[in-house]
C-alpha cells in the first residue's frame, strides 16, 4: 500500500462529505423556492376540508359574556353566511355563563366551543377549572401562524403557559384612566396635574368615584395599578385609605352620577364607550388625556382574548372561527362591521382602522408594558388583587 493511502482515502471521504453536503444545499434551495406555492396549495386544500367538516357539524357555541357579546354579533352573522354555519352565543355577563359552563361540564355535559370572556373570569375560574385546550395546533392558517405579521414579531398570551388563550388585540391606555365633569373640575385643575401622584393632593380629596377592588372588573384593574413599577402599592394605598372616594359597585350609576355632577372624577371604570356617548349628547363630561410623567400601557379585554374549550362539540367549526377570526379578513370585518368601538387589532399587516378609537390606537415604535401579557404580572395577579382588596376592607 502506498505511503500516501491513508491521506488519499481521507481525502476521498472529505470530497465526497462535500459533494453530499453540496447535493444537500442544493437540494434544499430548490425546496425552499418551491415551498410558498406548494405550502399554499396544501394549506388550500385542508382549508376547503375544513369548511366542509365544519359545515357538516353545522353550529358553532361561542361564549362572549356581557357587552362583547351585543358588539360582535355583526361578525358572527358574517362569519356564519359566509361558511353557511349556524353560530349560536348565549345571552349573559361573563360570570353568569362562567357558571353555567362549569355547571355543564361538572354533569358532563359540554355544549361549549370557543370562549371569549374577559380576563376576570378567564383567571378566576376557567384557567384553575382546567376548560379550556390547547390552541396552538388550531392555529393553522398562514395569516395566523406567521409571527412576523403580529405586533412585535410574535403571538401574545395571556396564560402563563403560553398555550390557552390568545390576544388578538389591546388598547393604549394611560396609566390612570380618568374621567371628569367639566363644571366641577376646572382647567386650572386639570393643568395642575403633571404626574398621576398628583391627584393625591388634598384638593382631589372626596371627588373621586371608583369601582372598589372586591368588584370583578374593578379588582383587576387594581391589581393592574399595584404592580405598575410607576403606580404600585403605595399610590394605592393612600388613593383607598386617603382620599374619601366614592367607592361604587354599579358603573351606571358611577356614569350618571359623573353625567349629573355627583361625582366630579372616574377613576378605574372601563366605562369609556358610555361615557363617551354622553358627552356626544352634550354632557359635561371629558377624558383626562394629558400626558403626564407616567407612561402609557396596553391592555385587553373580552374584546381581544379568545380561546377553546376541551371537549367542544364542533371542533371543526370552532377551528374554523379562530383562524377565519384572527386572519386578515377576519380582524378587517371585525374592526368595521361591529356594532360600536373595539380595541386595536395587534396584526400588522395593514388592517384598516374601522371603529378603532383614536385615544387607543397603539402608537408606531413604541414599547409598551403589557400587563396581561406579563407572565410575572399573571402569576401574582390574584396576589396583587387580594391586597388591593385588605386595603380597601380595612378602611371601610
Not at 1 to 26: D, E, I, K
Not at 231 to 258: A, S
Request: aromatic share 10%.
Amino acid at each position: 500500500m502506498s505511503a500516501y493511502a491513508p491521506v488519499l482515502n481521507c481525502f476521498r471521504r472529505l470530497s465526497l462529505s462535500f459533494l453530499l453536503l453540496t447535493f444537500s444545499f442544493g437540494a434544499a434551495v430548490g425546496l425552499a423556492s418551491l415551498t410558498p406555492a406548494a405550502a399554499q396549495d396544501d394549506f388550500q386544500q385542508k382549508w376547503q376540508s375544513l369548511i366542509k367538516a365544519a359545515q357538516k357539524e353545522g353550529e358553532l357555541v361561542v361564549i362572549f359574556g356581557g357587552q362583547p357579546g351585543r358588539v360582535y354579533g355583526p361578525v358572527l352573522q358574517y362569519f356564519g353566511d359566509k361558511f353557511g354555519i349556524r353560530v349560536i352565543s348565549p345571552p349573559g355577563n361573563g360570570t353568569l355563563l362562567s357558571n353555567r359552563l362549569l355547571a355543564e361540564r361538572q354533569a358532563g355535559r359540554y355544549t361549549v366551543d370557543v370562549i371569549h370572556v374577559a380576563l376576570t373570569s378567564l383567571y378566576s375560574r376557567l384557567l384553575p377549572a382546567g376548560v379550556l385546550d390547547d390552541l396552538r395546533p388550531e392555529l393553522i392558517h398562514p395569516e395566523v401562524t406567521n409571527e412576523s405579521l403580529w405586533l412585535g414579531g410574535h403571538h401574545w398570551w395571556a396564560d402563563v403557559d403560553h398555550k390557552f388563550y390568545f390576544i388578538y388585540a389591546a388598547r393604549r391606555r394611560p396609566s390612570l384612566e380618568v374621567h371628569y365633569n367639566t363644571n366641577a373640575v376646572t382647567p386650572a385643575d386639570i393643568a395642575s396635574i403633571k404626574s398621576d401622584w398628583d391627584f393625591l393632593t388634598d384638593k382631589w380629596k372626596g371627588k373621586f368615584v371608583s369601582l372598589p377592588p372586591t368588584n370583578g372588573g374593578g379588582g383587576e384593574g387594581w391589581a393592574v395599578e399595584v404592580v405598575n413599577p410607576h403606580i404600585g402599592k403605595e399610590w394605592v394605598n393612600r388613593f383607598i385609605t386617603k382620599m374619601d372616594v366614592n367607592f361604587v359597585t354599579d358603573i351606571r350609576q358611577i356614569v350618571d352620577g359623573l353625567a349629573t355632577g355627583r361625582y366630579a372624577a372616574a377613576i378605574n371604570v372601563d366605562a369609556r364607550k358610555e361615557i363617551d356617548a354622553l358627552a356626544a349628547q352634550g354632557m359635561p363630561l371629558a377624558l383626562f388625556d394629558k400626558p403626564v410623567k407616567e407612561p402609557d400601557y396596553m391592555s385587553t379585554s373580552g374584546q381581544g382574548t379568545i380561546g377553546v374549550a376541551k371537549n367542544r362539540p364542533h371542533p371543526n367549526a370552532a377551528r374554523l372561527f379562530v383562524n377565519w377570526l384572527l386572519s386578515r379578513e377576519g380582524q378587517t370585518i371585525r374592526q368595521s362591521m361591529t356594532s360600536e368601538p373595539v380595541i386595536p387589532t395587534l396584526r400588522v399587516d395593514g388592517i384598516p382602522e374601522g371603529k378603532i378609537l383614536k385615544h387607543e390606537r397603539l402608537l408606531p415604535g413604541v414599547d409598551y408594558w403589557f400587563p396581561m401579557a406579563d407572565k410575572d404580572f399573571m402569576a401574582h395577579m390574584n396576589e396583587a388583587r387580594q391586597w388591593a382588596v385588605n386595603v380597601y376592607l380595612s378602611s371601610r
